[in-house]
């Protein structure tokens, strides 16, 4: 009911009686003063003046699921936005969704994750108020092994969307980092639900340092935000817009052409693996130069004794970072 009554306000210039909104939507004065209360936990300032009615105040700069919804010009993507003040894990939050049957493109977004997951196992920091914390629900027709090249795809929207937006040279550390002046401001988890020949769905976790401005001593040297790189305070919903559009145009032609090949250049021209110093961090860890970027999505490095092999997936560390 307060989408609808949010509507109605948008709608109208100047003020509008409860009276007025009940007849519109056709409810009690009771039920309208009670979606209104519930807008104002939501952040929005309405102004309610005696004999007038309600108005809304205008150019409100809010971050919350109406507000995602409503910005996102998308056709799959963000269609259905599940915003939480609190939760573990948008990760997790999506796999609920996902067996309780939501569509492909549902998104949870929070403002604070107490358990947010970082790749093998690590934690990753949340903190209210100054990042993009959010997962979409995929249901792409591909097989398992194909399943990687997804977080290739947003790690592509995330650097384009942040070139877009502040003007800061993101870079793509292979496969899941996005870096400013060396330094990681986002990181993506993809996790598969499949059988061993047909996926079910895939669960893409964005995790972006927006407007964070000081990380734990351990993250100091390593981490980064746009708040900091910038020097200024940068709209988190502008930035999951550009972030969810970009996304859903590489995905879906991606869906469209089934390959990766159309984006390879793109993503070896942001790559900061490529041409770089390598150890890589396998059962057997050893070094290599990054050479290029396989048509499928992987990393092709030279060891230091001339064979050239294929890195599928792993941790990959830059030398001298």
């Known amino acids: 009911m307060y989408y609808k009554i949010l509507e109605e306000l948008k709608k109208t210039e100047s003020y509008i009686s409860g009276e007025e909104l009940g007849e519109k939507l ?50 799959k993507i963000a269609k ?17 969704l996902a067996k309780e049957g939501k569509k492909e493109g549902v998104v949870a977004v929070a403002e604070i994750q107490t ?27 591909i097989t398992p092994p194909e399943a990687p090249v997804l977080t290739l795809l947003a790690g592509l929207a995330v650097c384009r969307a942040v ?66 790189e910038k020097g200024e305070t940068i709209s988190r919903k502008n930035m999951i817009k550009a972030v969810i559009e970009e996304f859903e145009k590489i995905y879906l032609q991606y869906e469209k052409e089934c390959s990766f090949l159309p984006f390879r250049e793109e993503y070896k021209k942001y790559c900061i693996n490529v ?27 030279q060891k230091q004794t001339g064979e050239k092999v294929v890195v599928f997936s792993g941790e990959v560390s830059i030398r001298n970072i």
């Open 26 to 75: 056709g409810v009690s004065r009771a039920a309208i003063w009670k979606g209104i209360q519930k807008l104002k936990e939501q952040g929005y300032e309405i102004e309610a003046v005696s004999n007038k009615g309600y108005h809304i105040v205008r150019n409100q700069d809010l971050y919350n699921g109406i507000e995602i919804e409503e910005v996102c010009n998308t056709t």
């Open 80 to 96: 259905e936005v599940y915003f939480y003040e609190q939760t573990d894990s948008t990760n997790n939050c999506i796999r609920k």
């Open 115 to 141: 358990a947010g997951k970082g790749r093998r196992g690590k934690g990753w920091q949340s903190p209210k108020g100054t990042g993009i914390w959010m997962s979409m629900l995929l249901t792409p027709n």
């Open 163 to 228: 070139r877009q937006q502040t003007g800061l040279t993101a870079m793509i550390k292979w496969p899941n980092d996005i870096l400013i002046s060396n330094k990681k401001i986002c990181g993506i988890l993809t996790e598969l639900y499949a059988e061993m020949d047909s996926v079910h769905f895939v669960i893409t976790g964005i995790g972006i340092n927006v407007n964070t401005e000081v990380f734990p001593e351990e993250l100091q040297k390593t981490a980064t935000s746009l708040k900091i």
């Open 275 to 301: 041409g770089k110093e390598l150890q890589v961090l396998s059962k057997q860890p050893f070094i290599a130069k990054g050479i290029d970027i396989t048509e499928q999505g992987e990393l092709l490095v």
